[in-house]
């Protein structure tokens, strides 16, 4: 009963925690935000205080629930396994524990985040993980599946589904999550729960706290007969059948080996000592340890930022936007700056999925690979919209209310003479400055000593906000004639 009961709780959380990555409007988070809020590593950035205490208390007395209920990485590693046990029963033994990876690569983990190389160290973060899984893997299909349904209603005169654009946020991303996806597949398909074990760093802090939870499964050594089918069924593969050992440093409470003990030697149950053996301390970490950081800590900060360049304003005879080469990039209103958003953000883009503009993207410069960033070709950040603080739950992005967004400036306006439509078609435009929600465009002559000259917008740099909704809306192409450069640090007008 245990075990179907936690089954159930984590296909809901599984199944809700997907829809929040695939749903563009923003339905789902309505009802099912918490779920992103409550993962262990977004808490533990947002210094929600709460919700990580409660986390610990959970582990504490039931050991690692969160592992294989609440963490979506580690209940698609179960799927997997499932799938792979339905090829061959029976398949799983007892490992020994590799301390020294494990606890290497959460040192490393934290290594990274105080050396703010966040994006490597969102390469381990398990919710980010599978955020950029459903993102980049599922959310295409998703989004086809439901235009094909919206021709369908239209034939049928009907509103019931709207049509919206499937676009690959970023290709470096989507190889990521590729990547991911196949490593963390093979290993759940062969061996269970290794990722969880050896290099998640939640699973290692979350088992480190296991070792003293309250309740725990137990071996009755007076009622085993020694079939070791609890430990050929545990797919964290910390059952020892032969010395009635568990580790539960390892153990993820899945149950399985409840259900699959014949003799009802194994219960869930309060710690005892009686008739059981307590999983041993674990062992002193290798020394090689060290080098194994080192190594990885020199390929971590061995990528350089590449020396950007400004704008092309040259012309190609093409209809699509391109996106110019911002000497600082843009992240959304309440991130505060580059390096308070680098330091919180962990890559599981659930802000591109809830975007409803089309904005954040995944960034493909090596210092920020995988972290939103702003650009403006597929629409512009509207002043009324707040989705992208709504749904983070690393508190990387933070917005009080509408009047904090419109104060905000998180870049400024540049124009380029070059390419701006007046002067180069010789025809009236002034989008930019109909446009601009907040007036800091004006349109001024472009000769002055000359009534009938050309228009071109004059840019008021301290009113701007850098929404883009000049850049967006501007008809120059393939380069806007007007464009978004970022500030390293927002500052409120």
């Known amino acids: 009963m245990l075990r179907k009961i936690r089954i159930a709780a984590a296909l809901f959380c599984f199944v809700g925690i997907t829809l929040l990555f695939l749903d563009f409007t923003g339905t789902i988070h309505a009802w099912l935000g918490w779920l992103a809020k409550v993962q262990f590593l977004p808490a533990l950035l947002a210094v929600e205080t709460g ?19 609440l963490c979506p990485l580690g209940v698609l590693q179960d799927i997997f396994a499932w799938c ?4 061959k029963k029976n398949r799983y033994t007892c490992s020994a524990a590799r ?9 490393l983990f934290f290594v990274l985040l105080v050396a703010h190389a966040g994006t490597v160290a969102a390469l381990l973060a398990p919710y980010s993980a599978y ?3 459903a993102q980049n893997l599922l959310a295409p299909f998703w989004g086809w599946g ?6 369908l209603a239209a034939r049928a005169d009907s509103y019931a589904f709207y049509s919206t654009d499937v676009w690959i946020r970023s290709w470096a991303t989507f190889s990521v999550a590729v990547v991911t996806l196949v490593l963390v597949g093979t290993l759940a398909w062969r061996n269970g729960r290794t990722w969880c074990n050896t290099v998640c760093p939640v699973g290692t802090i979350l088992g480190f706290l296991s070792r003293y939870s309250l309740f725990r499964p137990v071996i009755d050594t007076s009622r085993c007969n020694g079939c070791k089918l609890c430990a050929r069924n545990c797919k964290a593969a910390c059952i020892d059948a032969v010395n009635h050992r568990i580790d539960y440093s390892r153990c993820v409470a899945c149950m399985d080996c409840l259900d699959k003990c014949h003799q009802g030697a194994i219960t869930y149950t309060l710690r005892r000592k009686t008739g059981t053996v307590e999983s041993a301390s674990a062992p002193a970490i290798d020394p090689s340890r060290r080098r194994f950081l080192g ?19 040259g012309l190609a005879v093409i209809e699509d936007k391109k996106i110019p080469v911002r000497a600082t990039p843009i992240v959304p209103p309440g991130a505060q700056s580059l390096r308070h958003f680098s330091i919180h953000c962990t890559a599981c883009q659930l802000c591109v999925a809830a975007c409803p503009n089309g904005v954040l993207r995944p960034s493909t410069d090596l210092s920020r690979l995988m972290q939103p960033e702003m650009s403006y070709e597929r629409g512009y950040c509207r002043p009324e919209c707040t989705r992208c603080s709504e749904v983070c739950p690393a508190g990387a992005i933070r917005l009080t209310d509408l009047a904090g967004k419109s104060s905000t400036q998180i870049g400024h306006a540049v124009w380029v003479r070059e390419n701006c439509v007046p002067l180069t078609d010789g025809v009236a435009c002034g989008n930019c400055a109909r446009h601009c929600p907040v007036g800091a465009i004006a349109l001024i002559l ?21 929404c883009g909704a000049c850049e ?10 007007i464009y978004v450069e970022g500030h390293e640090v927002h500052r409120t007008l």
Do not use: H
Request: charged share 20%; proline share 7%; net charge positive.
């Open 51 to 69: 919700i990580v205490v409660v986390l610990v208390l959970l582990t504490l007395l039931f050991g690692r629930l969160y592992c294989s209920v």
């Open 84 to 87: 792979g046990k339905r090829q």
């Open 99 to 107: 301390s020294w990876l494990r606890y290497g690569m959460l040192a």
């Open 131 to 133: 955020g950029r899984i």
């Open 146 to 151: 439901n235009n094909a349904l919206a021709y």
């Open 295 to 313: 190594v990885v800590g020199i390929m971590g900060f061995s990528a350089a930022r590449a020396q950007q360049k400004k704008v092309d304003g």
């Open 446 to 466: 472009s000769d002055p000593d000359n009534p009938e000259a050309p228009k071109i917008p004059a840019v008021n740099a301290e009113r701007c906000i850098g």
């Open 472 to 481: 967006n809306l501007c008809p120059a192409r393939p380069f806007s004639a």
